[in-house]
């Protein structure tokens, strides 16, 4: 990977498309052929998907492997780093979840950039509904 | 990371502009339900069409979205409903104000933009007592030929509305 | 004291006979003396007494002296007689008025006591006890029979009053009865006016279901056509949706390829692109892949959208088919069971004509039958009248009876007769 781009996967989730980094991503998968226990989150901070069509399989900050169910993978997207965006402070501020970290600007539309593990560590049963809420500059 | 303030032509300057006396400085004033607002005019450095907005997952009501401006993703805050008031209508001809504030960098919506009002500092007040809704986050409260201003302090701003979205 | 009159009368009987000679002479004129007061004794009068002291002649002195003693036993005789009766009548006169007493007072207790005694009115007394002594008896029976007449006419009125209102109750009874057998006779007239429409509608219907019959008959063949055709088109259905699932289950298998062929080719280009650079060419050959899954499911998309646009197709058809079918089935079984319907009616109306003229012929006997019951209603309607009229007239006449009794009660009351 270059450092004038980033690869990023487009997905869908319900109504709204975003954006994660390849490098967080295991494999792309069939929901339906995952076991059904923890490891596969149908619902997250993105929303719930509308039907499990597809499933990314995300390496976990522990080592697992965890699948998230999407309605779409739509694609993979070269992103310039001059198009990736930070999270603006008062929304960093204000949203529950640190899974959005940024934006990516393809075709000057601003696409949510999310950093996976993040969310699904925020999912994880225990921590419940209330992920820890980030200060903007966090990490 | 701050930005360089970007001043749009016109825009006075923090001391002495033309039509301002020396005891007077220059604000920015917005009109929401019936109310006037205003923030100190150097903070504020544009004034926009709100463009296409993309909403947050799970965002609290007076966070309508980002959108992108001059290559730049601000976010929205809706004044009227940090207030509890009903959202302010967002339509094409909608005005934001991009009002900056150390690290606090926000496209404030409001019903309406009153544009440049001068008041008297010496007619400054500090905002009343019961901190209850608006006034937590008012600076001071100001007079012209008009009416009352209110100041609004954007730190503040931003602090009301994070305690407001641990709530939401 | 001798009567001068006699005297008197001697004199002038002497001075008529005054030239007679007298030697003879005081003879005769003491017989005069004597004559005379016989002739006085004659004629009832026997106060006079003759002076015997004139009479010289010895014979003629007791003769007058005999006269004399005559004369006085006859006038004591005569005053005894005359007390006697005068008593007697005395006696009759009290004893009628005690009897008119005792009959005004009513008092027949009592015996009858007489002011005066005399032997003559012992009879008198006995007989007139005889009479009190029967009217004591006739008053006791009287009073004995005023009695049971009272308590008889009493009853007579009780029965009468109860048989008066009874016969009333039955009088409305058979009223009533009456006027439902006048219904009865207006609705049996009515049954046999309809009986006669019945026969005549009878004899339309028949014509009219001969005819019905033929058409009903071609009706049941066009249903059965309809159903054949229904059945045709059924089976001609269910071919078609054999072929279309036949070919959804294709078409799945293609899709379930292109959906592994396009995971196959995601997960290619992930690896492409974690590579970076050096994945560039695998990733391009990788969203070929991808763009080929792409076309196949997007035509794979639109065969299953034309498949579904088929199946419901089919369905439409079907459930119209079903439709026609059960339609078919409910006209034919409407086309046999009128059919059924038209042979009962067709019999059922022979029968009708038929039973309409027995209707007809009963009615009428019902009629007659209805007007003679009507006719024997009246006349118990008219006993019952009369039955009533009479138990008034009973109750009347028991009425006046006891008021007849009570009075003559009240009349033998007054006779006191214990």
Redesign the interface.
């Known amino acids: 990977m270059s450092d004038a781009t980033s690869e990023v996967l487009l997905f869908q989730v319900g109504a709204r498309v975003y954006a994660t980094e390849v490098r967080h991503v295991r494999r792309i998968g069939n929901p339906s052929a995952a076991k059904a226990d923890d490891r596969l989150v149908a619902g997250s901070a993105l929303g719930d998907p509308f039907s499990p069509d597809r499933g990314i399989v995300v390496r976990c900050d522990d080592g697992t492997e965890r699948t998230l169910v999407v309605d779409q993978v739509i694609g993979f997207r070269s992103v310039p780093r001059d198009h990736v965006r930070p999270l603006p402070p008062l929304a960093a501020h204000c949203l529950p979840s640190s899974a959005v970290v940024g934006f990516a600007l393809l075709d000057d539309l601003p696409t949510l950039l999310v950093d996976l593990p993040t969310l699904l560590r925020e999912q994880r049963p225990g921590s419940a509904a209330g992920p820890e809420r980030k200060e903007p500059n966090d990490a | ?1 701050p930005e360089p303030q970007k001043r749009e032509p016109g825009t006075p300057g923090a001391a002495g502009a033309e039509g301002a006396g020396p005891s007077e400085a220059w604000y920015f004033g917005l009109r929401l339900m019936g109310a006037r607002y205003a923030f100190e005019a150097p903070l504020v450095t544009e004034v926009v069409r709100l463009g ?1 907005l ?7 009501n007076f ?1 309508p979205g ?3 401006h001059r ?5 929205v ?1 809706d004044l009227s409903q940090l207030m509890g008031l009903q959202p302010v209508p967002i339509r094409p001809s909608t005005r934001a104000a991009i009002v900056h504030s150390g ?4 496209a404030v919506i409001a019903d309406a933009v009153e544009g440049l009002v001068a008041l008297d500092r010496r007619q400054l007040e500090p905002p009343p007592a019961e901190g209850v809704g608006v006034a937590e986050f008012l600076s001071a409260v100001g007079r012209d030929g008009k009416g009352s201003l209110a100041v609004l302090d954007l730190p503040r701003l ?1 602090e009301a ?2 305690a407001r ?2 709530n939401a | 004291m001798p009567d001068d009159t006699l005297s008197q009368k001697a004199k002038a009987g002497k001075a008529r006979k005054g030239a007679a000679p007298r030697k003879n002479g005081a003879l005769g004129g003491e017989v005069a003396l004597i004559t005379t007061a016989l002739d006085e004794f004659a004629k009832g009068q026997y106060r006079g007494r003759i002076d015997v002291a004139r009479i010289k002649d010895p014979g003629l002195k007791a003769i007058a002296a005999g006269i004399n003693r005559s004369a006085a036993h006859a006038e004591s005789r005569m005053g005894e007689t005359t007390s006697r009766i005068q008593a007697v009548s005395q006696g009759v006169d009290e004893a009628i008025e005690a009897m008119v007493k005792l009959v005004v007072q009513g008092d027949l207790t009592g015996t009858l006591r007489l002011g005066v005694s005399d032997a003559a009115l012992t009879p008198l007394i006995s007989g007139v006890g005889q009479v009190m002594e029967t009217l004591k008896r006739f008053v006791t029976e009287i009073r004995e029979a005023a009695l049971q007449l009272s308590t008889s006419a009493a009853e007579v009125l009780a029965a009468a009053t109860q048989n008066e209102s009874s016969t009333s109750q039955q009088a409305s009874a058979i009223h009533e009865t009456t006027a439902t057998m006048e219904e009865l006779k207006g609705a049996s007239h009515q049954i046999a006016e309809n009986a006669q429409m019945v026969a005549s509608i009878a004899e339309q219907t028949l014509s009219a279901t001969r005819q019905g019959e033929g058409s009903i008959k071609a009706f049941i063949d066009s249903m059965e056509k309809v159903r054949k055709n229904a059945v045709e088109v059924d089976d001609a259905i269910s071919k078609l949706s054999r072929r279309v699932e036949r070919i959804g289950t294709v078409v799945e298998v293609i899709d379930e390829i292109a959906d592994r062929s396009d995971l196959l080719a995601l997960n290619a280009a992930l690896e492409g692109a974690k590579a970076g650079e050096a994945g560039r060419g695998f990733s391009i050959v990788a969203a070929e892949m991808r763009r080929l899954a792409e076309n196949v499911l997007e035509s794979t998309k639109e065969i299953k959208n034309l498949i579904t646009e088929i199946r419901e197709a089919t369905h439409a058809a079907k459930e119209a088919s079903d439709g026609n079918k059960r339609m078919a089935g409910e006209g034919e079984k409407l086309g046999g069971a009128a059919i059924t319907s038209v042979n009962g009616i067709l019999s059922g109306t022979q029968e009708t004509s038929d039973a309409a003229r027995v209707i007809h012929l009963a009615t009428q006997q019902q009629r007659t039958a209805t007007e003679q019951v009507v006719q024997s209603m009246a006349e118990i309607e008219e006993v019952t009248r009369q039955a009533q009229a009479g138990s008034r007239q009973a109750t009347g006449a028991a009425s006046e009876l006891t008021n007849l009794a009570e009075r003559l009660a009240d009349l033998v009351k007054r006779f006191k007769v214990d």
């Open positions: 990371m296409p993309t909403r947050l997952p799970a965002a609290p966070l980002v959108f992108t290559g730049e993703v601000l976010a805050l690290p606090w960098k926000v931003v509305a994070r979205s641990v």
